[in-house]
DNA sequence: CTGAAAGCGCTTACAG
DNA sequence: CTGAAAGCGCTTACAG
């Protein structure tokens, strides 16, 4: 292939396609990025990009930053990346996000380190970030460290007080609504929830949906069928389970905080030979594949709309979030979707 | 606070700096950038400094790479990024890396698609990273994309046909050899093995150590005890727990490809009245906290060490491979810890 | 120890 | 439609 002289970098620059083909270095910008042939005449056009593609040109994305002032970087700031898959959701979504608006996502991983989180942001800020996207890995209230003051700045699956901030959350209650309903439009009236006991958005926005479902279809709302649990995890589902075998007259179906929780409590039911979904109904949360696609009967659950928050909030700060008049800001809530699997039946 | 002028970028430069503490813009940059205070007194040293702070000044890294003709960023290129937690742990560590030697990650997820790869690709390029990762979430062979042909390259959880490139790999046989002498250890003489039946280095490897382990042991390897799965998930463990149920004499301890598959074992050892550990022993693999944490009992595994296939592949390609006389480059095999927990004891 | 100046590889008014 | 030139915000020999 042939050759052009190189600079110091070693790579082939736009003053050598310029100079091979034989016009001025405006000419070859202008070739190579108007989308429209209006600065360049379509045949000079045609010379340039055959030049450039020959070769092997590659624009100098510093360089072009520089110059226009602007770059094409977008920073997202994560509190933990590998303890779940949602965070992981969350980066692909705002990654494709980016790439649809030619952008480059920076990702830093804090794992909720105060000093991670502040060398995270003055790295982003010296990269002249166009905004940021400040992400929790589960959907809770936060404080915006300082330094996020001087960028557009933008909340996945978490919110600031007073919401001074746009950001966009899973619909909690939406969800519980639909996890309960799933229950009662299979007929089911005696519908026990074992959810978590901590105040946080999550448990308090899916008991507000599961008591809407109750009063839509008609059923009256016993507080002793909800069983609270300090661990929402397989351990604290199990133990929820076995203090559920006792209620008289025994729930005929249980909507689970989330996934792990309805693990454990499958095999409290086990253990006390009650059979998933003849005996009783299982409802889980999260949609956390490698579970709930798994147990045994598989699992029915409601998601969690993490590649959307990523998506949505990224598409957002390059939309609205970097505009002069920003629009209110408000909390976006984002629908969480149904996953119906075997593990729900109509009562016997 | 004090403000001073701004360019049309809206920031403080370092030109701002230099003017406002009456010195040239060489001193200034001297004064911010160098480590020993060699090329300028303490005193202007100190007083540039203060201005700097004063003026909340932040180095504008775009143009400090372009001048410098070289970049601080490190590409890496992920086949997935939220299927397993494995992607997360990789570039974890690869971040760790990368903060600890002052650069920035540029991640990029293709979900295996090659023209995401190769726009991945192109975008690292165009941003002059220094060298690029590129690592798969299981570990596998895998052929170079054309176009990683002109930067540096190390492989993370991969290889090439001929180890043709610097790759970092879990020592599966080192684990499979931990996994089944940990059986062994405990006196197990009758140790199954639940494997997958594909042809790829997890299944080859593991079973290499387990045939090593029983050396050790004096045992003697009986193909009998090993059952392929095509499905190395819970359904996988299912089926092949109800054919491992119905060997004679039954073994007393289990080898699960991994975790997943234990997890449908325990439900075919249910079943059967079989209980873990006291009627069978297993041991699991990939140390899927999710799963292996929270069986009943929980499972003893062996674990993946995708931080470190991150971290240290990260340290290599900053280190060794941007260097001019590149290492001859080896498949680096990188230790994968045995995790002890309750579902191991000796034989009855 | 300090400063004037060239240069990194582009973009973009401004003339022609 | 095309080119000469200034400029983006830094770094770094080179003089003094």
Known sequence: MARAP??????????????????SIATASFAINDKETTKVSAATRRHVLAVAAELDYRPNATAR?????????????????????????????AQDAAREHDHVLLIANTESDPRATEEAIGMMLDHQVRGVIYSAWYHRQVKIPGGLGSV????????????RVQSFVPDECEGGRAATGLLLDHGHRRVAFINSAERAPAPTGRRRG??????????GYDPGLVLPTYSSDQEGGYDAGRRLLRLRPRPTAVFCYNDRVAMGLYDALREHGVHVPDDMAVVGFDNQEIIAAHLRPALSSVGLPHYELGHRSLTWLLTKGISQQLPKPTRTLVPCPTVERQSVRPPA
Chains 1, 2 share one sequence.
């Open 152 to 163: 557009p700045l933008v909340l996945a699956n978490c919110y600031t007080a007073g919401d």
């Open 65 to 93: 930053n520089l110059s226009k002032a602007t770059t094409s970087f977008v920073g997202l700031i994560t509190d933990s990346i590998a303890t779940t898959p949602f965070a992981g959701e969350l980066i692909r979504g």
């Open 6 to 23: 190189r600079t110091r970098t070693g790579r082939v620059t736009m003053q050598d396609v310029a100079d091979r083909a034989g016009v």
């Open 210 to 219: 599961y008591r809407t479902a109750l009063r839509e279809h008609g059923v």
